[in-house]
């Protein structure tokens, strides 16, 4: 479904991709494991055609990357959304909930008033939000309650690839676990495909099927999930990966 | 509701008094007491008193009802002009921001040179150009201030352009036209609101101290800029004629300068 070839990308002359290539099939899961400036989010936006690659070329369905024409980047973006990491600022903070939500069915769809409440009213239950809430604005949501918000705008067109980029990575431990479960629990239900970007690796098992990892923008590994504490097997890098993040939890244990 | 107006007692007074003048000057044909421009010999130069609470003029015209009718010829243009000089600043500042590169070199280059330019010599100089009477102040103030907006609007959605969200409405399938008026615009909306009203105070004195100067509005009119060169020259004998008028523009530019001020520490 998602192809990726060869992609390069560098910016002042300075490489921050080099030859990335994997592909995404219906329904399946990846995860782009990586340290801060492996090129991860530039990865996403490359994808999202909010940068243009240097070489290389990126297909949904045969078709390639929107470079100019609107009706073009409208095509890719029905099929492919983003929820961005947790700035609390992705969300237009001059309108309320329910008009931030209703914006890509009023651009993507010709769904009328009415349809389009039923529709946003369903995914803001379906991420577990109050219906009060959709009046207030953005500004009034926790941090946990506004990464729900982006993932039920991102889901509302029902698009075939979700991008995932550093969502949890603001959000406390319990909300990071509570995340992950819906994540999962909206996956089956609505078999999409999933690119979870993230610096923690104890998150994937049980959310992805296969993981890649990058180094400095290169491609270190590409590994299914069920062989990710196989230490063998596995490139020195990722496995300095595990155990730092391993790491915390021995300081954790010792500490209580 | 009370506690808001308790604890902001001087912008309350402030926007009471501008909604009171609004509407004395929309309805200034039925309240104003006399015709303003009936000139009656036996009654010139009288003080202010019961039947002339503000005192008649020179000619004997009753300053009152000449106060009156002067708030549309005073402040409602400011309206018209303000509303002008921010839709050009609108239309060219969020293009020239949105477009960037050489456009927007050009238009900064263009209006650096209306900055540059003195505001009220360049106001005398098109004046001078086009000859006197209000439509010309008009069309020569809006040239002299309308680079201002076009510099504050266009900085104001270069920085919004950065924003996350205007990343993020991309996504969710808005483009060009649409991402200016439902995004950009009413996140500046704030800014620009407080900076208007600012300016009202600002296009009163520069529009009533052109007619005080003489090119603006001409006598007859009662425009409280004239009525105040008219009192100037009765000063000794008859200081009721330029103090109201004069008090007036005070009282209306400093109100402005209240609720712009009160506006502007909200955020």
Not at chain 1, 65 to 90: A, C, M
Not at chain 1, 217 to 227: D, I, Y
Not at chain 2, 27 to 53: E, G, M, R, V
Request: charge should be neutral; aromatic fraction near 10%.
């Amino acid at each position: 479904m998602l192809e990726i070839q060869r992609l390069y990308k560098e910016i002042h002359g300075r490489p921050i991709l080099q030859d990335i290539h994997f592909g995404i099939e219906d329904g399946e899961s990846l995860a782009i494991v990586g340290e801060s400036g492996s090129g991860k989010s530039t990865l996403a936006q490359l994808i999202m055609a909010l940068k243009q690659p240097t070489s290389g070329h990126i297909f949904f369905d045969g078709r390639p990357l929107p470079s100019k024409g609107i009706l073009s980047y409208r095509e890719w973006y029905r099929d492919i959304q983003i929820v961005f990491q947790n700035t609390g600022s992705t969300l237009n903070p001059a309108m309320s909930l329910f008009q931030c939500l209703e914006e890509p069915l009023i651009n993507f769809t010709r769904y009328n008033r009415a349809e389009r409440k039923h529709k946003v009213l369903e995914y803001w239950g379906k991420v577990g939000l109050n219906e009060n809430l959709l009046r207030n604005r953005p500004g009034k949501l926790s941090g946990g309650q506004y990464q729900r918000a982006c993932l039920a705008k991102a889901l509302l067109t029902r698009p075939k690839l979700l991008i995932c980029d550093e969502m949890v990575s603001n959000l406390d431990v319990l909300l990071q676990q509570q995340m992950i479960e819906l994540l999962i629990s909206i996956q089956k239900e609505q078999g999409l495909a999933l690119l979870f970007i993230t610096h923690d690796l104890t998150l994937l098992p049980g959310l992805c099927s296969n993981i890649m990892v990058l180094k400095e923008g290169k491609q270190v590994e590409l590994f299914s999930t069920s062989a990710l504490y196989d230490e063998a097997e596995r490139d020195p890098y990722t496995v300095t990966l595990l155990n730092s993040s391993k790491m915390f939890e021995t300081a954790w244990n010792q500490w209580t | 509701m009370i506690s808001i107006i308790r604890a902001n007692k001087l912008p309350t007074a402030a926007l009471l008094y501008i909604i009171l003048l609004i509407i004395t000057g929309l309805a200034a044909p039925w309240i104003s007491p006399y015709d303003p421009f009936h000139t009656n010999h036996q009654q010139k130069l009288l003080p202010p008193s019961i039947a002339h609470p503000f005192g008649t003029d020179y000619l004997g015209r009753d300053l009152l009802s000449r106060v009156i009718h002067g708030t549309s010829e005073s402040v409602f243009p400011v309206f018209i002009v303000l509303s002008v000089v921010m839709l050009i600043g609108l239309l060219v500042g969020t293009w020239s921001a949105f477009l960037g590169n050489k456009l927007d070199m050009l238009m900064m280059s263009l209006t650096d040179i209306f900055t540059a330019l003195p505001s009220m010599l360049l106001t005398i100089v098109v004046v001078g150009f086009l000859g006197f009477g209000m439509e010309n102040v008009y069309f020569a103030v809006i040239l002299s201030w309308w680079a201002k907006y076009v510099r504050i609007i266009r900085g104001l959605i270069h920085d919004v352009k950065k924003e996350p969200y205007i990343t993020a409405s991309r996504v969710s399938g808005a483009f060009g036209l649409r991402i200016i008026t439902r995004h950009m615009i009413p996140n500046i909306m704030p800014q620009i609101g407080t900076m208007l009203i600012l300016d009202v105070s600002k296009v009163i004195l520069t529009l009533s101290g052109l007619s005080f100067l003489g090119i603006g509005a001409q006598p007859p009119s009662p425009e409280w800029g004239v009525m105040l060169l008219d009192g100037k020259n009765y000063l000794q004998v008859a200081p009721w004629m330029g103090f109201f008028p004069g008090f007036m523009i005070f009282l209306t530019a400093a109100s402005f300068q209240i609720i712009g001020e009160r506006l502007r520490r909200e955020r």
